[in-house]
């Protein structure tokens, strides 16, 4: 099948187990909770990449993913019960081990609920998420991060769910000409004039090159230490100590702070985005961060964006009310959204400053290429 993503980009969009890049993104682990909100003898639903499923935390602590319903009249096996590593369903009480074997059937002869079972995933904890794996046969090993295992705090923010394709959100990491212009407002917010128009007033050098792990951008100026942006296929990107940009909140010089953020699909018009922290920070840095991100985390944010969006108000109007941090995640909303939930891709119109998209792009069709022949795809490994 030939891919040619000016004529086909729905395959790369759709996520569905049956489309092509739904196969793809099925040879990946991806976060899909974090750890912190599953408590023990806990069961919730979950929908990821098109697919509803239910993770529950055993009374033992361990993580479990299984199928959405119950195998005999299929109610929702979240509301059921958590006893010990199994689950117990609501309507008429059977109960699956983790591995999604029934175990027991109140009122039915013995011998039946060994022929029942319904599928199970895969499931680790890893930087305090938990990590799923829902493609057929033996999961390859979780990718680690290096970067984020080292000495320091180990922030978790608070999931974040965007009414749009995940490629909106994947694109967007490798973009790095939107920045000038995007965050115009955040970033000229508490400087003093200099009297030059901020958006053009920037020398910003950047190229992107493909690596191991995804694709890597450097950033120069001609009056500081470059910064770098790294794209983990497929769907994570991380700024690196020195990168000053998209601090997730913290109001300190982005040396001290890594962020890596994976935008997993929950379907095709929704994207859920996990962020992690690794802060270089005293107690009580730490504390007045996490006082600024509770003011942060108690605005919707998506809801300005939708204001902005609906022409109701402009983002210069918004009052100090909205902290300048939070206000880069308005600004990404209101350009990523404004794309259209799922961006008709085949219509744009890539010029010098996509040098990053178009690669992302390339490496995307030539994987799903790849896949879609039977050829081998590439290895990726961890950045290190
Ligand atoms: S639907 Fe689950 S036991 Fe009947
Ligand atoms: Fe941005």
Redesign the pocket.
């Known amino acids: 099948m030939a891919i040619d993503l000016n004529v086909e980009w729905q395959q790369v969009w759709r996520t569905a187990p049956d489309t092509l890049s739904g196969r793809f993104l099925r040879r990946f682990w991806h976060p899909v909770y974090r750890s912190q909100d599953l408590a023990a003898g806990r069961a919730v639903p979950l929908q990821i990449l098109g697919e509803r499923f239910t993770l529950y935390r055993g009374e033992g602590g361990a993580a479990h993913i299984v199928a959405f319903r119950c195998a005999h009249r299929g109610t929702q096996l979240s509301t059921g019960w958590v006893e010990g590593d199994c689950l117990r369903c609501l309507y008429h009480g059977w109960k699956y081990d983790h591995t999604g074997q029934c175990v027991e059937q109140p009122g039915e002869d013995e011998g039946f609920a060994g022929k029942v079972r319904i599928r199970s995933y895969p499931a680790e904890e890893y930087l305090g998420l938990v990590f799923a794996y829902f493609g057929e046969g033996a999961p390859p090993p979780l990718t680690h991060h290096p970067d984020f295992e080292g000495p320091g705090i180990l922030d978790l923010e608070t999931p974040e769910l965007w009414p749009c394709n995940f490629f909106n959100r994947v694109d967007?990491a490798c973009d790095i000409g939107?920045?000038a212009f995007?965050?115009a407002v955040a970033l000229q917010r508490g400087r003093t004039s200099t009297g030059e128009d901020p958006r053009f007033a920037r020398v910003r050098q950047f190229s992107s090159c493909e690596t191991d792990y995804g694709i890597e951008t450097t950033i120069t100026f001609p009056d500081r230490e470059p910064e770098y942006f790294h794209y983990h296929m497929p769907i994570a990107n991380q700024n690196s100590e020195g990168a000053s940009?998209?601090r997730g909140g913290v109001d300190t010089s982005g040396a001290r702070n890594k962020r890596i953020s994976w935008r997993v699909p929950v379907d095709d018009d929704n994207t859920v985005s996990f962020s992690v922290n690794l802060f270089q920070l005293t107690e009580e840095e730490y504390e007045a961060y996490r006082e600024r991100r509770r003011v942060t985390d108690a605005i919707d944010l998506p809801a300005i964006g939708e204001d902005i969006l609906a022409g109701r108000i402009r983002e210069a109007e918004l009052d100090e009310g909205v902290p300048r941090p939070a206000l880069?995640s308005v600004?990404?909303y209101v350009?990523q959204i404004g794309q259209g939930p799922v961006a008709p891709r085949e219509n744009d119109r890539l010029g010098k400053i996509d040098q990053g998209v178009i690669m992302l792009r390339k490496i995307w069709e030539r994987e799903l290429k790849a896949l879609a022949e039977g050829r081998p795809l590439k290895e990726w490994t961890a950045k290190i």
């Open positions: 967007n939107h920045v995007t965050h940009l998209h880069f600004e990404d350009t």
